[in-house]
């Protein structure tokens, strides 16, 4: 399914809202796993970080950065933008998308850009934290792919750019957590079974103990919505960066067997109370008229839930991740092609919903 269209009566214009490869719904454990995520921070040797950059050196950042991703066109088909020339909604769009960070976004909106490509797999963040981010997003669990991706792109503009790079500790970063590697691998994970069966806080704290931290759905302090967390290496230094994801996969298999089991744990001995729970949130997804984000996400997630356990035999034409971004606000907002207040918002995601899940346009 490449876009979601709806039709809109009061006023606004239709308009599609697209989706990212990594909502795909195929892969490795992709019945658990949502995405797999490569970040690589790099700076430009001779520029002061982001966050001391005046005008002029924000200008030079911006133009060496445009003509080394220019040069990626052939092969990778991005598009580098100012963010300054989105609209909010527009900006918020890549960020529940998973594109961009929450940070890249927050005003004032100078010299911040984004690259992007056709499909959404390939994202280049200008002017975060650190001058660039380079980030990958492919469904499924994937590290190993994402990561050969990331160092094509990395190898691509290095040879266009001159990095702030020490021989002894590594690339250099604005936060000093990120040096050496300054990679970040991370899965994003569906684990209702583990969250239903209070096993999660056990085995979160597990993880913290091997140096993976847990966040929300958008990455650092934000909310683990709808039962999705990502889960990611802590520390960049000390390991190459194959170590680090073979560690994070052996890790993400482990969570993945864990959450199965819960999953069946939860059939043999509960079965009657999950079909109901289940049931529930069906009926109410496909019937209500008014629908908050946090409860869309809630009933979505109890539905895969059902999905994958063969307690709903209902066919979905949107994949799980397809539906949790389209109930977001930027993305309704999008859809409507006009601003929508708190209460618009509701009742539009209701609609949304129910035209999804039920097949009626």
Known sequence: MGAARMRQGNGGMEMPLKFSQWMDGVGPDADIVLSSRIRLARNLAGLPFPHRMDEAQSAILLEQITEAVRALEPQWA???????????????????????????VQEPIRFQSVAINERESVSLMVGEEDHVRIQMLWPALQLEEAWRA???????????????FDGKIGYLTACPTNVGTAMRASVMLHLPALVMTRQAPQVFTTLAQIGMVVRGLYGEGSEALGNIFQVSNQVSLGLAEDEFIHNLTVVAQQII????????????????ALADRVGRAWGLLTNARIMTSEEALRLLSEVKLGQELGLLTETVSATFAQLTTMTRSASLQMMAGRDLGPDERDEFRATTLRTHLLGKD
């Not at 990331?150 to 001159?162: G, I, P």
């Not at 067997?257 to 009657?272: I, P």
């Open 78 to 104: 991005v598009r580098i933008q100012r963010l300054a020339d989105l609209t909010a909604v527009e900006r918020m769009g890549l960020v529940e998308r998973h594109l961009v960070s929450p940070q890249l």
């Open 150 to 164: 990331a160092n094509h792109v990395d190898d691509a503009l290095e040879s266009r750019l001159s990095y702030a």
């Open 257 to 272: 067997g864990r959450e199965r089991h819960a999953r069946m744990h939860l059939l043999q001995n509960a079965e009657v």
